[in-house]
């Protein structure tokens, strides 16, 4: 899912305010967004009650301030969180800075994903679904034909598990749906 729509289905699923879309019914269908989005609603709804809870507090005429002070400051707090979660250069230092702690202590090198998938016109990722007319069900990876030439099968999700790396005695079943790396004309066989 490209980035921006990524980016607002989460906005979505945080906040609750839900939009029927083609993208939506992407993030449903998929078993790790759901994950990632049921977490995200419940993240938001938390996020709520601590927000009405701490407004709730700030009312109390016990503090030093006034009420309407602990309003405006609880308002103006809540404002610039929000421009600061909202704003694009932020973001991108922070997804900078989280990249570059794990790259020292995973001792990962930076990849360019666009730029590996982009190498060729002709090359691509798809998403196959195996249904059961499919030529492969019921085969292993390494019968099918998919392990070597201009393919490569990345993972394979069956039900809510995610089976990476599949080795070549891997069995097709109907209903995995498998991520493959490879040719575009040749996956469309496959289909």
Same mark, same amino acid.
């Given at each position: 899912?490209?980035?921006?729509?990524?980016?607002?289905?989460?906005?979505?699923?945080?906040?609750?305010?839900?939009?029927?879309?083609?993208?939506?019914?992407?993030?449903?269908?998929?078993?790790?967004?759901?994950?990632?989005?049921?977490?995200?609603?419940?993240?938001?709804?938390?996020?709520?009650?601590?927000?009405?809870?701490?407004?709730?507090?700030?009312?109390?005429?016990?503090?030093?301030?006034?009420?309407?002070?602990?309003?405006?400051?609880?308002?103006?707090?809540?404002?610039?969180?929000?421009?600061?979660?909202?704003?694009?250069?932020?973001?991108?230092?922070?997804?900078?800075?989280?990249?570059?702690?794990?790259?020292?202590?995973?001792?990962?090198?930076?990849?360019?994903?666009?730029?590996?998938?982009?190498?060729? %016109? @002709?090359?691509?990722?798809?998403?196959?679904?195996? +249904?059961?007319? *499919? #030529? !492969?069900?019921?085969?292993?990876?390494?019968?099918?034909?998919?392990?070597?030439?201009?393919?490569?099968?990345?993972?394979? %999700? @069956?039900?809510?598990?995610?089976?990476?790396?599949? +080795?070549?005695? *891997? #069995? !097709?079943?109907?209903?995995?749906?498998?991520?493959?790396?490879?040719?575009?004309?040749?996956?469309?066989?496959?289909?």
């Amino acid at each position: 899912m490209e980035r921006a729509k990524a980016r607002f289905q989460a906005l979505s699923a945080f906040t609750g305010i839900g939009f029927t879309t083609r993208d939506a019914e992407a993030v449903v269908n998929h078993p790790r967004r759901r994950k990632i989005v049921t977490s995200l609603m419940v993240l938001g709804n938390a996020s709520i009650v601590t927000v009405i809870a701490t407004f709730v507090v700030s009312l109390r005429p016990a503090g030093i301030f006034r009420p309407s002070l602990n309003i405006a400051i609880v308002a103006a707090s809540l404002l610039i969180l929000y421009r600061i979660t909202l704003h694009q250069e932020f973001a991108k230092k922070l997804s900078n800075k989280i990249r570059e702690t794990l790259r020292k202590k995973l001792h990962f090198e930076k990849v360019y994903i666009e730029e590996i998938l982009q190498q060729s %016109e @002709r090359y691509g990722v798809a998403s196959v679904l195996i +249904k059961k007319e *499919s #030529k !492969i069900a019921g085969l292993t990876l390494g019968q099918s034909g998919l392990r070597g030439g201009d393919l490569m099968v990345l993972s394979i %999700e @069956r039900d809510e598990e995610v089976i990476p790396v599949p +080795k070549t005695q *891997s #069995k !097709i079943q109907v209903g995995d749906r498998l991520i493959i790396y490879g040719k575009m004309e040749n996956l469309k066989d496959l289909t």
